[in-house]
């Protein structure tokens, strides 16, 4: 199973970026996936999450600002992300679940500076 996820890059305050994650499975076969962040210093933190239901949940530092969705016919599930902020700057990485194997692909920097 592989994940790659890209879409990073420079964005100014209030811009706004949207990561992709591609996999090699069908986006239905994983129980979850989701989108995490390590910024230098920092532990790795889950932002957002997608059930294979559908149901979602994010971390409340990006709630109301990140939206997670996913594409079944490209296996790829995406994270909008509006209003940044400097403090959103991170290595993001995608995961997902299938029984009880965690998988994850490379992340993808995301910079916010002016």
């Known amino acids: 199973v592989q994940l790659q996820a890209s879409g990073g890059g420079l964005v100014q305050p209030g811009g706004s970026l949207r990561l992709s994650c591609a996999t090699s499975?069908?986006?239905?076969?994983?129980?979850?996936m989701g989108w995490f962040r390590q910024a230098p210093g920092k532990q790795r933190e889950l932002i957002a999450i997608?059930?294979?239901?559908?149901?979602?949940n994010y971390a409340d530092s990006v709630k109301g600002r990140f939206s997670i969705s996913g594409d079944i016919a490209k296996n790829t599930v995406y994270l909008q992300m509006n209003s940044l902020k400097p403090e959103d700057t991170a290595v993001y990485l995608c995961?997902?679940?299938?029984?009880?194997?965690?998988?994850w692909g490379r992340g993808t920097l995301v910079t916010v500076s002016s």
């Open positions: 995961s997902g679940r299938i029984l009880r194997t965690d998988y």
């Open positions: 499975e069908r986006i239905l076969n994983f129980k979850a």
């Open positions: 997608v059930t294979s239901g559908g149901t979602t």
